[in-house]
């Protein structure tokens, strides 16, 4: 069971190297799909500042960012938030995700997904979760699907990934126990 295997870390300063290695480990693989970063982006003092946010954001309650560890060998293989969090009639967040290019395909995005969808209803009694995903991204398409997420349609140019405005599907799963 994967329960025993990753762990979801909330962002901690003392695992800022092991942050920046992931990062430097998964330049390349994940370009196409995240914006364009300055060199300054894949340093210690860099990753440090993103951690020292996630905790801040953490304590607002404005943006929740956990770390996906693989537990028994304590390494940092991935990353998922809930972000842009919207209270009042709206109980909305936006999911976002990262796994290292090694670690793909064995099932801890999807445990990663369904443990933090369990944060997002149960915890924060959150109402709707959206993600939005390039199309030619069908691994990250099908991860959502597993996890019951339905297509509410294409955004044309929605992000500008890598420099380009990207279209992107609007994936949305509700909390049907609000």
Not at 3 to 14: H, M, Y
Not at 79 to 94: E, H, M
Request: charged content about 25%.
């Amino acid at each position: 069971m994967l329960k025993n295997v990753i762990k979801l870390r909330k962002a901690d300063l003392e695992f800022k190297e092991q942050l920046l290695n992931y990062q430097i480990r998964n330049k390349v693989f994940l370009k196409p799909y995240n914006p364009i970063h300055k060199e300054s982006f894949y340093t210690l003092k860099n990753q440090e500042d993103i951690l020292a946010q996630n905790i801040v954001d953490y304590e607002n309650g404005n943006n929740y960012v956990f770390y996906i560890f693989l537990e028994k060998e304590n390494l940092l293989i991935g990353k998922i938030s809930l972000t842009n969090i919207v209270r009042g009639v709206f109980q909305s967040c936006f999911l976002g995700y990262s796994l290292d290019k090694d670690y793909l395909n064995n099932g801890y995005m999807s445990f990663a997904i369904s443990s933090i969808i369990k944060f997002a209803f149960d915890d924060l009694k959150l109402h709707r979760i959206e993600a939005n995903v390039m199309p030619r991204n069908k691994a990250s398409l099908r991860v959502l699907e597993k996890n019951n997420f339905i297509n509410e349609g294409l955004s044309k140019k929605y992000l500008q990934i890598n420099g380009i405005w990207e279209d992107h599907i609007h994936m949305v799963l509700l909390n049907e126990n609000y």
